[in-house]
C-alpha cells in the first residue's frame, strides 16, 4: 500500500492540513478538488518529491524518511506530469528519454507498450506530438516497474483517444503487475470511468 496519513504540506504555509489517502495495489484512486485545493501538492508528497510539514508517508509497509528524486523509495514510484515537454529534456531523442532511468538504451519493449515506432523513438520532443511525447513519459515511468503510479493530471493536454489509449496502457500494467495508480484530473468523467474510488479535496479557504 502507498499511504499518507495526517499529511500537512505547501510552502510557506500549508495548502493541505491532516489528509489522509490510501493506494492499494492493484486498486485506481481518483483524486478530485477545485483549483488550488492541493491535488499536486498531495501528488508530490507521495511521489517522495515534496517533504510534507507533518504526517507520513508509508510505501508497502515502509516509513519513508528521504523526500527528493534521490530517495531510494522513488523507484517504486512512478510519476506522469500534465506538460511532458516540461518533464522531458529538449535535447534528447524519445528513446534516450525512454532509456534515461534504465541505463541502457534498449529500449523496444516499453516502446512497442505505449505503441511508438521506430520512427518515432529517433525524433527530439519539438518534432513528434503533446501525445506522442506523453506516451514516452508513460514509457519511461513504467521503465523501472514501479509499484505505484502517480499520474497528475496526465490527459489535460490530450485528444480523448490518445487520453483512452494512455489509459488502457495503464490499466493492462495494472493487470500484469498488480500495481497501484492515483489519478488527478479536473474531468469527473474521466475519473468516474477510470477509478474505483475517488476522494475529493475541498476548497483551499480564502486569503
Ligand atoms: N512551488 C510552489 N510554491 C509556492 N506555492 C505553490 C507552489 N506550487 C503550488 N503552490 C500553491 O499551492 C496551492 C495548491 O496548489 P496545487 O497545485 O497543489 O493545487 P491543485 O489542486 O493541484 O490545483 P490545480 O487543479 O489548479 O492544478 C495553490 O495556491 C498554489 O498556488
Known amino acids: ?15 493541505i492540513s491532516g489528509v489522509s489517502l490510501t493506494v492499494r495495489p492493484g ?17 508530490r508528497v ?14 508497502d509497509g515502509e516509513t519513508v524518511t528521504g523526500f527528493r528524486f534521490k530517495a531510494a523509495q522513488r523507484t517504486r514510484i512512478g510519476v506522469l506530469f500534465q506538460q511532458p515537454r516540461l518533464s ?5 531523442t ?13 529500449v523496444g519493449e516499453l516502446a512497442d507498450l505505449v505503441m511508438l515506432t521506430g520512427d518515432l523513438l529517433d525524433r527530439r520532443p519539438h ?10 513519459c508513460l514509457a519511461r515511468a513504467l521503465a523501472l516497474n514501479p509499484r505505484y503510479l502517480i ?20 490499466r493492462a500494467y495494472q493487470a500484469r503487475t498488480n500495481a497501484g495508480v ?16 475517488t476522494v475529493r479535496l475541498s476548497a483551499p479557504p480564502p486569503r
Open 46 to 59: 507521495l511521489a517522495l518529491l515534496h517533504k510534507p510539514f507533518s504526517g507520513t508517508v508509508e510505501i
Open 88 to 92: 522531458v529534456d529538449p535535447r534528447f
Open 182 to 197: 492515483l489519478a488527478i484530473s479536473h474531468d469527473a468523467t474521466l475519473l468516474d470511468r477510470w477509478a474505483d474510488e
Open 1 to 15: 500500500m502507498l499511504t499518507g496519513t495526517d499529511i500537512t504540506a505547501g510552502y510557506r504555509s500549508a495548502v
Open 127 to 136: 518534432e513528434v506530438s503533446d501525445g506522442q511525447l506523453q506516451r514516452a
Open 151 to 170: 499520474c497528475d493530471e496526465m490527459t489535460t493536454m490530450l485528444d480523448a483517444s490518445t487520453t483512452a489509449a494512455l489509459v488502457g496502457v495503464i
Open 27 to 43: 486498486r485506481t484512486v481518483g483524486l478530485a478538488g477545485p483549483s488550488g485545493s492541493g491535488k499536486s501538492t498531495l501528488a
Open 94 to 106: 524519445l528513446r534516450q528519454a525512454i532509456a534515461e532511468p534504465l541505463g541502457h538504451q534498449e
